[in-house]
């Protein structure tokens, strides 16, 4: 039966081969068609050649998380087409270039097959040059006519993304109309889908990723100086940085506000910023695992000696190399007790491109109110994938430096200052940075033992009163950091905790549950350390389930740790192959695990 | 009161408030008397200390800097590190004068790979390598500057080459590179004001003997071998640049060096043809004294008037640790605009 505006269309192609660009074009037709749709890029690891995958999918109930299951595949990497047809749902549609075929690709008799001879279409393509490429806008043009983009909407797309090049959007509808006019002309359909243009839908929302989002929030939040080595997912965080800086933060002088220095590797990244919070600067950098690995002497210093900074990290398939293009939610731990000693940090889970940007800011603030390095917990299908939202809304008008103190502070107060002294019981002392005239603002900042007056000290007592005071500020951190966003229903029995990437595809896999009359509680982390309201929403309900991207359940041994007496009413669903979560594993994994408790 | 005024600098302050905590180092370490120089550099140069950052990284070396200038605010790094450090506090406020001292071990072996880059910045820095050849707070391993046939105290033979750091700095480009003595103070002060006077990266790496475990027969770096084998190419003063203006400044048939700000540093030869600013020049020198078993010791090179790494980025005015919000916030009408763009 054929669905309106419902449909996961899957592409195969080696990447590399100028698929990005076709694919991004139809994402964005049916986005402004007004219809819901996400997308998901599962590339590899490699510049050209490796097969890649990308999912666009319409849901006229509004989902966006990965579907589980493919209606549409389109088979353009001889690599992959005799597995990528294995993955295509019964009754599926398969379109392939019968140019570029194997037999075996059609044994399938459960599915509908369109071949089309792409290949030889493209020789009509003028410049050889490209011709290779845009055998890829071909697809584009058979999939709109088969499903019903209309030839305005493609003008208008090609228009946003090429705006200034004329001839690159001929070139490319040229190519589109290839296509399309062989579906007329041959008089192909399909009964998998048609897409219905929805007049005002997605109006005034905007695609974006959450790296884009992330940078943007950082420069709104004042960031000033930001230090980076290249890595996979998190590279293209700092290059939209880069990108926006020199538009969004120049003086009046057109001097800038701002530094960006791609560093020598992570450790001076965060070597750099350290310095630079030390010294007065919002200062952050953006890595993934591997990098937050060779931070981890640093972030010691920094917890140590209480120097404000920022680690905004896209998470990636570890351990080692791992699956560096592919998405995970397995540096929690890394993050929450970075470096040696007892250690124990701050850590703020986006999970929309609106908390991406909210987030940003709120990680320079937290580090500043809280002196101490603060992490920003992405991963990569947050990070890299794109997705629509409401437009990106500046929520909180003032950036906040927290005790920083300057000379008629430090006069105020008659001329005292001590800088680790635990003035306001919070575990959070007062900071002055260099500069400072004052005679009494200076201090020795140093990652040895120390007083409360900054004085170096082996003293048991001193060294022992430090610890506790910054597990003091750590706990103040619980209510300080974003409170988590619970959705409770009064006949559930069930409570689900999600956060970050896996929220979207937990909120469909509840509806789904609740079409099989289970209801459930849910509870969206914002942040660590956990809220006491995490420990309410657990002890309400008589089981939680909280559902992760990683194997050994991250997050569920903090709540064990931090409260011991509700180990018995947690339990774990952990999704972990690197591919974006689906509502479908959700969904199957819990019902699994609530079977045998309370159904 | 007229003859105390005589010992106060321009600033009307004393030597003593260049000072910091009572040193901690073995008794005639040779960090103590570096400490003693850049103390005199300070006050002879008339620097304000809390116009100054001082940083370090970890080793006996970096624990000095809390024996100097206790004015001025300070950092303790991690090992290796301090050139990263540096570079973010440096370029987070660059209107200070920052001061780094570092040892052989963290600067030669385990932060090589950040000071090689830090130099190809051209930092705004002064960094001073109290270099003994061996790893003194851990008790006496061989340094990656150890020379190649010295003697451990327990006898084990070094048999790699040693990196020379003043040779590594002029490579990877550094603006004004020296080389002294922990007991030459009268070389080694006006040498620390000439860096500190210098607008670039000033490294320099001073041969202080570790006293309690590289001082013994067979070290290359014992106080008796080091004072035998000191090659200096000049006889070194230095003028500030202020001061200028106030003294009957005749200039004589040395080289003179001036710097960014006005500062003279005249160079009495005392090897014949040595000239500071030709690079292969003073890369030829360097090799030809390790030949030679000898340490050359002054201004070995110098270039100024490069671009330092806060002018590449740009910075000048306020230091963007103190920009104000309103600088530091881009309006909401740009995201107004910028929602625009990313809804098509």
Known sequence: MSTINDVNICIATPNGSGSASANNILFKSIFKMGIPCSSKNMFPSNIQSMPTWYEIRASSAGFGSRKDVIDVMVTFNPETGASDVGKLRENGLLLYDTGACEESWLSRNDIQKIGFPATELSKQIPNAKIRSKLRNMIYVGVISSLFGISREVLIAVLRDTFGDKPEVIESNLMAIELGSKWVEENQVTQDICTLVTIEGGNKGKILSDGNTCSALGAIYGGVSVVAWYPITPSSSLAETMEKYLPELRMDEDKNPTYAVIQAEDEIAAAGIITGAGWAGARAMTATSGPGLSLMNEMIGLAYFTEIPSSYFIVQRGGPSTGLPTRTQQSDILSMYFASHGDTRHVILLPHDLQTCFEFSKLCLDLADQLQTPVFFASDLDLGMNIRPSEPLELKSPSLNRGKLIHEKDIEAQGNQFRRYFDLDGDGIPQRTIPGNQHPKAVYFCSGAGHNADAKRSEDPGDYKELLDRLLKKNHTARLLAPQPLVETSETSRIGMISFGSSVEAVREARHRMNQDGIKTSHLTLLALPLSPLVKDFIQKHEITLIVEQNRDGQVASIVRMDWPELAQKIDSVLVYDGLPVTAGSVHRLSMEKLGGKLL | ?344
């Open chain 2, 1 to 344: 009161m007229s003859e105390a005024k005589e010992f106060l600098n321009r600033l009307n302050l004393a030597e003593k408030d260049y000072s910091g905590a009572p040193s901690t180092m073995c008794q005639g370490c040779g960090h103590d008397a570096i400490s003693a120089s850049i103390r005199k550099a300070f006050y002879d140069s008339s620097i304000d200390p809390k116009q100054v950052i001082k940083l370090s990284g970890i080793g006996c070396s970096s624990k000095t800097p809390a024996y100097f200038l206790g004015k001025a605010f300070g950092i303790n790094t991690v090992h290796g590190r301090m050139s990263a450090v540096a570079t973010g506090a440096i370029v987070a406020n660059h209107t200070l004068l920052p001061i780094g001292v570092s040892g052989d071990g963290d600067t030669s072996a385990i932060g090589l790979g950040n000071f090689c880059h830090m130099i190809r910045r051209n930092l705004n820095f002064t960094y001073i390598i109290e270099n003994n050849g061996v790893y003194g707070l851990t008790k006496g391993q061989f340094s990656a500057t150890a020379d190649k046939g010295t003697a451990l105290k327990k006898g084990k033979i070094n048999q790699n080459e040693a990196i020379d750091l003043c040779e590594l700095a002029i490579t990877m480009g550094a603006t004004f590179v020296a080389r002294s003595f922990s007991g030459d103070r009268k070389q080694l002060a006006p040498l620390i004001q000439a860096a500190l006077a210098h607008k670039g990266l000033a490294i320099l790496d001073v041969l202080s003997p570790c006293v309690t475990f590289n001082n013994h027969e067979g070290s290359k770096k014992s106080l008796k071998n080091i004072r035998a084998h000191l090659d200096p190419i000049h006889d070194i003063d230095f003028m500030p640049g202020a001061e200028l203006i106030e003294v009957d400044y005749k200039k004589g048939s040395e080289t003179e060096v001036v710097l960014y700000d006005g500062s003279i540093v005249t160079l009495k030869k005392l090897h014949e043809n040595y000239d500071p600013m030709n690079k292969m020049g003073a890369i030829l020198e360097l090799n030809q004294a390790k030949t030679d078993g000898k340490f050359l010791t002054g201004l070995i090179y110098f270039e100024p008037n490069r671009p330092t790494f806060t002018e590449q980025l740009d910075i000048r005015g306020t230091a963007l640790a103190y920009l104000p919000e309103d600088k530091l916030r881009p309006s909401i009408k740009h995201l107004d605009a910028i929602n625009k763009k990313l809804s098509m």
